[in-house]
């Protein structure tokens, strides 16, 4: 990787973060604004209707994040262990991100788009998985992960 290239990978990620950060404030705003339906003892947030558009783009948001530090780990660039540590700690938490944002954005393959909604999976005992959650932890790392790359390719952009 030169110096040129580690500018525009910084360029790109400083958007794909913004643009996860759009995402992640808009679903919060349809979340806050959304209606709450009383069901016996329990209060529900009613979210029907609700496309959760923002959900999709914010996982093609965070797989661009990924790739980008895939290129800093594969160049072998000055801070690389903690680039490869938040990347590690991100797939933990979110093992399903690149998936779901795969089976929603991939036209030809997308046979369990339909199983996701909103980035969560209702589990058959009724559970609910979340795949994509931006709301706390895993947006959480994912800017971890965009700090240590972002730490990685100034060494060399500068």
């Not at 932890?137 to 390719?153: C, M, S």
Request: with cysteine; aromatic share 4%; net charge negative.
């Amino acid at each position: 990787m030169n110096p040129t290239l580690a500018r525009i990978h910084l360029r790109n990620l400083e958007r794909a973060w913004d643009g996860a950060e759009v995402c992640r404030r808009r679903r919060a705003e349809v979340v806050a604004a959304a209606p709450v339906i009383s069901v016996g003892v329990y209060n529900l947030i009613d979210l029907r209707g609700d496309q959760a558009h923002d959900i999709d783009y914010y996982a093609w948001e965070a797989s661009r994040i990924i790739k980008i530090a895939g290129k800093v780990i594969a160049a072998g660039l000055r801070g690389k262990e903690d680039v490869v540590d938040a990347l590690q700690r991100l797939r933990e938490s979110a093992p399903q991100l690149e998936a779901f944002r795969n089976a929603v954005t991939h036209v030809e393959d997308n046979r369990t788009a339909d199983d996701v909604g909103g980035g969560v999976r209702i589990r058959l005992d009724g559970g609910v998985e979340y795949l994509v959650d931006p709301r706390h932890e895993q947006h959480d790392l994912l800017g971890e992960l965009v700090r240590t790359a972002t730490a990685a390719l100034s060494t060399l952009a500068a």
